[in-house]
């Protein structure tokens, strides 16, 4: 049991789940931000590898993105980081980026780094199903590291139930169609949605995901499932900071607190 399963076990309700662009705003913020998510509150920390074609994100974390590729962020800069960082902290780690940059780097190379340095778990949207069955499913489950797939409001009820089978962390609702991206409020159309997955009783705790930006929505997605996901709202929060610790604390205390 890594420590993301561990954490679930212990707290099933309200967790907190912050995105990060590595290399963002600066190239050695990383440390800096993990560890003072986990001051302020936070139960998980995504971290995020930033690509030059992220088709999931929007402006918000593909500018963010860019900026940190342009600080000169690369995938063995990252992993020697998250090594410094694990030696001081057991706040659960998720590695989210694309299945082409697993590719360059090598796929079994990949797996046993972010094992090798600490990492719990990997969500890689544009990894198939079918391949990773076939293919990286046993080294992934060797390897003690867990792997969350995404569902969406679209996703028919065969491909949740095989997403249910095969993630071993948690599975990632994506709140709409769309790209990720700060929204106001949640809809009447995703909470029937919400309403649907819950009633499938999925063995996998659930994160909502996408738009997810304030306490009121946080509180909403919370009431639907395990917990929520938050990236761009944060992003946004660091983003002009002069002093990212102090803006990260503050970020997640506006969360948590109404």
Not at 112 to 118: D, F, I, P, S, W
Not at 215 to 241: D, E, L, M, P
Request: aromatic fraction near 10%; include cysteine.
């Amino acid at each position: 049991m890594n420590r993301i399963q561990r954490l679930f076990q212990g707290k099933n309700r309200n967790i907190l789940n912050i995105y990060f662009t590595a290399g963002y705003p600066n190239l050695q913020d990383t440390e800096t931000i993990i560890l003072n998510l986990e001051k302020a509150g936070a139960d998980l920390v995504e971290v995020g590898m930033p690509y030059s074609d992220p088709l999931a994100d929007g402006p918000t974390i593909q500018e963010s993105g860019t900026q940190a590729l342009q600080n000169g962020m690369t995938l063995p800069l990252l992993f020697e980081q998250l090594e410094v960082v694990r030696q001081k902290t057991n706040i659960p780690l998720v590695m989210m980026g694309y299945f082409n940059q697993v590719m360059q780097y090598g796929e079994q190379k990949f797996f046993e780094k972010a094992a090798a340095v600490g990492i719990d778990g990997l969500i890689l949207p544009d990894l198939p199903l079918y391949e990773y069955e076939s293919k990286y499913r046993k080294i992934v489950e060797e390897l003690g590291l867990s792997i969350s797939f995404l569902i969406s409001p679209q996703t028919e009820a065969a491909r949740v139930k095989k997403v249910d089978e095969l993630s071993n962390g948690f599975i990632y609702m994506v709140s709409s169609s769309s790209i990720t991206g700060a929204k106001s409020e949640i809809s009447s159309t995703q909470i029937d949605y919400f309403e649907r997955i819950n009633a499938m009783q999925l063995k996998n705790p659930r994160l909502i995901g996408f738009g997810i930006s304030s306490h009121a929505t946080y509180r909403q997605a919370c009431q639907y499932a395990n917990g929520a996901i938050i990236g761009s709202a944060f992003i946004k929060a660091v983003g002009g900071s002069t002093d990212v610790a102090a803006s990260t604390r503050d970020f997640v205390k506006g969360i948590l607190t109404a």
